[in-house]
């Protein structure tokens, strides 16, 4: 892949929101709903499409509703607020009222959650998020995005835009590295393989992917080359795209900034190779250990709950330790 | 302001529809004893005045007919008395109350929108208001003239989901929507005054930023009818509720106001002598 070329680092709210005001410009049947959660693109918003944005207050049960309401008056309807809120505060509104109500009538809901993980560093347990894939992939009928760059990121709301439903945008909250140039993945893909490697891929999702190239690098330098592969459409995946990739390898390492064994990635992951039959061994990176109060940078917790990258390359190490001696 | 009100002949023709539909509603009861009877006796009126008194704009052909006036439902559980009026409307044939709760039929214990007439997914509760002012937003932003009406019970509003929805509708000046409250007073453990008091709930609708009304006796058509008509010419700009004071299990001796009639039901015993004395 030729390296991206130089743009302005931007957190990937800015970005998706960005697209979104475009959007909103050319579109007067787009709505964006927030529960009292801004930013620079928001102001732009709110003074440029005043009759199109709404602020529900501090009220995330009546944003989903107030979202359904206007969406089921043919409105394709933004709601935004920090991830845990948007996805567990509200999950009731969102099961009854978009999940299920869509399944009769067609909708275009799509919420925007910032914050994915840890991305709320300092803010503690209660602004981070590690349960939201799991409870919303929960809902059997709920699109899941979930990018780990803002250039993709951006091209998100013009595929909400094009089809119904209801659907998950889950945003990292920090300024991350670029990991796509000008030419984007095919967004209908649903997912991007960045490296090849032999025997072992890591196929991660979100801010995690970043993780996965650093711990590929690690091996790559020791002769070990691992695949890797950004899942960031969780929902609408090409399952056949996918399955010829991995039926190259004898083993998956799923990686994902969320509860370990709880319904995630890893979740998606099983499902999908014992539905396809697939030969393949798996191991699973996420959090680990449950709720915790530590401080410190992003890195260090991601090492404290055992998916950060030298956490990550010892697991790895270990795994395909065993896999070797299984295999001989 | 000189309001109209609903007049003798219409009022009688209405006391008659409503009769007609609590004699349906036990049969309904009847067959699929599951059904939550108490609490769909209580809005009978209010439901009748609403669909025949020329309060609502409905199609019953194309039931999500663009123009029309959309009815949430939201105390979905409670609206066993709805399926006699959309059927004898012709929003579906009388003969599928046959198949109530039955393999092959599509009217349930709880509604849900794949019944037509229903708007959105009810019986659970403290959903309504806010979907509807959504939807009542949504009409305003786009100038169009129709109303929302949401029927709520009163042991809903304990869900906080609903107050976050009046104070929404209060900012955005919705006076396009209208709220009627089922107020029987009586949730499932017991009267709602003794679980989280609702004393003063005009006040509190006031406070909120709401035009509320109240009507003593909800089994009256011609009181609730005259109700709606002064939310028709309502200059308040706000958006309206209606206190609908109702008995629980209404006519039903042993059922009506008894605290814990949200989950009793009724013997078919019962319900064939009840329907045998009437007129």
Redesign the interface.
């Known amino acids: 892949m030729t390296p991206p070329p130089a743009q302005p680092l931007k957190a990937m709210r800015d970005t998706l929101l960005f697209s979104l005001y475009q959007a909103m410009l050319e579109d007067k049947e787009v709505f964006l709903v927030t529960a009292d959660f801004g930013s620079p693109v928001i102001d732009k918003i709110r003074a440029d499409c005043p009759?199109?944005f709404?602020n529900?207050?501090i009220?995330e049960?009546?944003l989903?509703?107030?979202?359904?309401?206007?969406?089921?008056?043919?409105?394709k309807v933004f709601a935004y607020a920090i991830a845990p809120f948007i996805t567990m505060r509200c999950y009731?509104?969102t099961r009854?009222?978009l999940a299920?109500?869509s399944e009769?009538?067609p909708m275009n809901v799509n919420l925007i959650g910032v914050g994915a993980g840890y991305s709320y560093v300092v803010s503690g347990p209660t602004h981070q998020c590690y349960e939201d894939l799991a409870v919303m992939r929960a809902l059997p009928n709920m699109h899941i995005y979930s990018p780990a760059d803002q250039l993709l990121a951006a091209a998100l709301p013009a595929q909400c835009l094009k089809n119904n439903g209801p659907k998950y945008l889950r945003l990292d909250a920090q300024v991350l590295p670029l990991l796509y140039g000008e030419k984007l993945p095919a967004i209908e893909d649903g997912f991007h393989s960045h490296r090849d490697g032999e025997r072992v891929c890591l196929l991660a999702t979100g801010y995690m992917v970043h993780t996965a190239l650093a711990v590929a690098d690690h091996f790559s330098a020791k002769g070990i080359p691992l695949g890797v592969i950004d899942l960031f459409d969780m929902h609408g995946y090409s399952e056949d795209k996918i399955h010829d990739i991995l039926s190259r390898y004898q083993g998956v390492v799923t990686m994902e900034e969320g509860f370990r064994g709880r319904g995630g990635l890893d979740a998606l992951v099983f499902d999908f190779i014992t539905r396809r039959e697939m030969d393949i061994q798996m191991l699973n990176i996420g959090v680990d250990g449950g709720y915790r109060f530590d401080l410190g940078s992003r890195s260090d917790l991601h090492e404290h709950v055992g998916i950060g990258t030298a956490a990550v390359v010892e697991k790895v190490e270990r795994w395909l330790t065993r896999l070797n001696k299984n295999r001989s | 302001m000189k309001v109209t009100q609903i007049d003798k002949a219409a009022s009688e023709r209405l006391s008659l529809k409503a009769r007609w539909v609590w004699r349906e509603t036990l049969k309904l009861h009847k067959r699929s004893q599951e059904t939550r009877v108490a609490s769909s006796l209580s809005p009978v009126e209010i439901f009748v005045v609403l669909y025949y008194g020329g309060f609502l704009r409905q199609n019953p052909q194309n039931p999500r007919w663009e123009d029309r006036d959309r009815c949430i439902i939201s105390k979905g559980h409670g609206s066993l008395c709805m399926y006699p009026i959309l059927a004898d409307l012709g929003y579906f044939p009388l003969s599928e109350l046959e198949n109530i709760c039955q393999k092959g039929g599509f009217l349930g214990g709880i509604p849900d929108p794949v019944i037509p007439g229903y708007e959105t997914i009810n019986g659970s509760l403290g959903h309504g208001v806010g979907v509807g002012a959504g939807m009542a937003l949504g009409l305003k932003r786009k100038g169009k003239d129709q109303k929302i009406y949401v029927v709520t019970g009163d042991g809903e509003l304990h869900e906080g989901s609903n107050w976050e929805a009046f104070m929404f509708a209060a900012q955005h000046k919705l006076e396009n929507l209208v709220v009627l409250v089922d107020n029987n007073q009586i949730s499932m453990l017991g009267p709602t005054d003794e679980i989280i008091s609702h004393r003063n709930l005009a006040q509190k609708f006031e406070a909120f930023g709401w035009t509320p009304r109240e009507v003593l006796d909800g089994h009256s058509v011609s009181a609730v009818g005259n109700a709606l008509i002064e939310c028709q010419h309502d200059p308040s700009g706000k958006p309206k509720v209606i206190i609908v004071s109702t008995r629980k299990g209404r006519g039903v001796p042993g059922l009506e106001n008894a605290p814990l009639s949200h989950v009793t039901a009724i013997k078919p015993d019962l319900i064939d002598q009840l329907l045998e004395e009437e007129p």
């Open positions: 009759d199109r709404i529900v207050g009220a049960q009546n989903i509703n107030v979202s359904a309401g206007l969406a089921l008056e043919g409105y009731e509104q009854v009222n299920l109500l009769v009538r």
